[in-house]
């Protein structure tokens, strides 16, 4: 009963590092998305793929890159990490009949950035 | 601009109790409109949504929601709380995978959901 996983589940980087955030769901959906939460923000979309081979900017896609791996895989990498992305990363998935809206999240990656 | 309203930032019900959860939206075209649930250190899980059709949408572990388009509104609500609905509720609103907007949700600010015993 995985769902969506994340990994790691926490992490505090550098200024300037680098990092890349891992999600798989084992659900055989065609849609995944990376979400931030910030206090007082909601969710905002980062980067989101339809399906498998495609992906496409969100509303806040700045210092972040994406890569959809195949169908079950989805990673988020911060090339040079800064304090504006301490936050916590939300991956999800969907397939066809929630009108490509999330519909499964994973619990989330806690970034802090020091 | 597309936006949501959840006014209520806590509530407090008692078990046995039922419940209401309010949201207003704001948007030009008929929304999508989603209703999702946070425990604590955990992820979104959505409980329903409404695309079209019946404006009562039926979903997950008990709850409905009625899309009302003279009053923007999409409540949310239950008969009977249990305490294992202590959560989060987040509403949304999107344009659904068209016109490019796949996944670009705006959520609400939330409605943390007390349950007392």
């Known amino acids: 009963n995985a769902g969506v996983t994340q990994t790691p589940k926490f992490q505090v980087l550098k200024t300037g590092q680098s990092m890349t955030l891992q999600c798989a769901q084992d659900?055989?959906?065609?849609?995944m998305y990376w979400y931030r939460q910030d206090p007082g923000m909601g969710l905002r979309l980062i980067y989101y793929?339809?399906?498998?081979?495609?992906?496409d900017k969100g509303e806040v896609p700045n210092g972040y890159n994406v890569s959809r791996l195949n169908k079950r895989e989805f990673s988020l990498r911060l090339e040079s990490a800064a304090p504006s992305q301490t936050s916590v990363y939300f991956c999800?998935?969907?397939?066809?009949?929630?009108?490509?809206?999330?519909?499964?999240f994973g619990d989330g990656t806690r970034l802090s950035i020091l | 601009a597309q936006s949501v309203t959840q006014p209520d930032i806590h509530i407090t019900v008692s078990e046995g109790a039922s419940l209401e959860l309010r949201c207003n939206y704001s948007?030009?075209?008929?929304?999508?409109l989603f209703w999702y649930v946070q425990s604590p250190g955990q992820g979104l899980q959505l409980l329903l949504k409404?695309?079209?059709?019946?404006?009562l949408v039926q979903g997950i572990k008990g709850f409905e929601a009625e899309f009302k388009r003279s009053q923007s509104s999409f409540n949310l609500r239950k008969p009977s709380v249990h305490w294992s609905d202590a959560a989060e509720y987040f509403c949304?609103?999107?344009?659904?995978?068209?016109?490019?907007?796949?996944?670009?949700?705006?959520f609400g600010k939330g409605t943390k959901l007390s349950v007392k015993p």
């Open positions: 999800a998935s969907s397939d066809i009949w929630t009108g490509g809206q999330p519909q499964h």
């Open positions: 659900m055989n959906h065609n849609s």
């Open positions: 793929s339809a399906s498998e081979g495609t992906t």
């Open positions: 948007y030009g075209a008929t929304p999508y």
């Open positions: 409404y695309f079209s059709g019946d404006t």
């Open positions: 949304a609103v999107g344009a659904g995978n068209y016109g490019g907007s796949q996944g670009n949700l705006i």
